[in-house]
């Protein structure tokens, strides 16, 4: 016999819900208030709830050199029923409006979970303005979007979900289909031991997530001691990365390679169409900046930058080596994006380090 229990809405999972309403897709700060109502009305019914079956402790494999993930408390426990229902969601086209488009869509495993096309088709064909970003290394992010426009991970998924040029779904929507569904309601009673709501989705999408984990690249071996794993021109290149005269290690810092600051590279001189993170903060001094990107992987998910407009790593290399996109820098750009005289050579070894970054356990097809 399972034991029965009465849930209150914990105080920690509505605040959660609640902090991150910061947002620029306003529909979500709607859909959060109407599942915060739903669950102040299940619980002043005094619902019973049946308790999960799996609630063995998954322990994620973080690799040596890697800090430990935070992880909130309103996500724990994470299990391993959980990670599953939460892979389940992720592949499932189930979830958007008309069936056909699952967050796998666009975040292709096989391409470190993005997309190789510079700016990805949701539902109905429907195109946003910006270039699918890995989900290598995400539980350990901050903030997210290329403009930091979400800061849990739960809210990030709830605005693919309603954004209209990508799930074009909503929250009640979401939640009946599942709850019509043939398995589905089993497995989430099984997790969360009650019936599905759009939290329970979230969080076993977050779940999943969690667990996409890459650091086991040539460059991981060598810097764990295996001399041989990097190559003459790799570690040339690794020496030109980490340097003075390049600064790439500045804003791609350490064990995976982002300093989470938002920061103009350059990348649309001279003039803005996208403001960036300036949609967040209102400030003349943010415009334009973007989240600087982890580069795990990173021969896997071309096209790059927030707008997909550089199709290969070498015209990456040729923008940082002319100092920008054009000889007239944006406002924001940084001090230390400025012409750097790297010889063809040069960029090649920093081209070849960036390909040793690619963990081939990571991006296999799944
Ligand atoms: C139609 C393509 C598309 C679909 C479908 C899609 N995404 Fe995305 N995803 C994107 C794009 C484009 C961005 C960047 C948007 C931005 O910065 O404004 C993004 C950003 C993200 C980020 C932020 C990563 C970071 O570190 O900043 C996460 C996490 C993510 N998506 C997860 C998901 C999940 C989970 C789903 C399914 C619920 C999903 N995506 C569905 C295209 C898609
Ligand atoms: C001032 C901070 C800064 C410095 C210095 C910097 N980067 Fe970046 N890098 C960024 C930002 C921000 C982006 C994203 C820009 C955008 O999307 O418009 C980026 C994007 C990239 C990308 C594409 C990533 C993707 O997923 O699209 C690569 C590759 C890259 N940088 C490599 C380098 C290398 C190599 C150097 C040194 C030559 C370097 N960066 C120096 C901030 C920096």
Redesign the pocket.
């Known amino acids: 016999m399972k034991r029965l229990r009465t849930i209150r809405p914990t105080v920690t999972g509505i605040a959660h819900a609640i902090q991150n309403i910061a947002t ?1 897709r306003s529909c979500i700060a709607l859909s959060l208030f109407s599942c915060i109502m739903c669950i102040i009305a299940a619980c002043s019914r005094g619902i019973e709830l049946v308790e999960p079956s799996d609630s063995a402790q998954y322990v994620l494999a973080i690799p040596p050199g890697f800090p430990p993930m935070f992880i909130p408390d309103y996500e724990r426990p994470l299990t391993q029923a959980k990670i599953e229902l939460g892979r389940k ?2 592949f499932d086209p189930i ?2 409006i008309n069936g056909t ?7 292709q495993p096989n391409h470190a ?1 993005t ?1 190789p096309v510079p ?5 109905f064909g ?10 290598t290394n ?1 539980g350990y ?1 901050r ?8 800061t849990s ?1 739960q809210t ?6 309603e ?1 209209e ?3 074009g779904n909503d929250a009640d929507n979401i939640v009946q289909t599942l709850r019509a569904h043939s398995e589905y309601p089993r497995l989430f009673r099984q997790v969360f031991g009650k019936e599905i709501d759009i939290l329970s989705v979230l969080d076993a ?2 779940a ?2 969690r667990t996409l984990i890459s650091g086991n690249s040539r460059y991981d071996h060598f810097q764990r001691g295996d001399s041989s794993a990097l190559n003459a021109s790799e570690r040339r290149g690794m020496a030109l990365f980490f340097s003075e005269r390049t600064q790439c290690a500045s804003c791609h810092a350490g064990f995976n390679f982002t300093s989470g600051a938002f920061e103009d590279n350059g990348s649309q001189a001279p003039q803005y169409v996208d403001l960036g993170r300036y949609m967040m903060t209102g400030r003349e001094e943010d415009k334009g900046k ?2 600087v ?2 580069l795990r992987n990173i021969a896997r998910t071309a096209p790059y930058f ?1 707008n997909g407009s550089r199709p290969t790593l070498e015209s990456v290399i040729a923008h940082y080596n002319a100092g920008g996109s054009s000889a007239m820098r944006s406002p924001n750009q940084s001090p230390r994006v400025r012409p750097l005289g790297l010889t063809h050579d040069e960029q090649t070894d920093i081209i070849n380090f960036l390909k040793a970054l690619t963990d081939e356990e990571f991006v296999r097809p799944r």
């Open positions: 620029t969601l992720f979830l958007s488009v699952a967050c796998a869509t666009c975040h979970f997309v700016v990805p088709a949701g539902v429907r195109r946003g303005t910006r270039n699918a970003p890995t989900l995400v992010n903030s997210f979007f290329w403009h930091g426009g979400s991970l990030q998924a709830l605005s693919s979900l954004n040029d990508e799930m999408i977050a999943f997530e973007f989240k990107p982890t927030h």
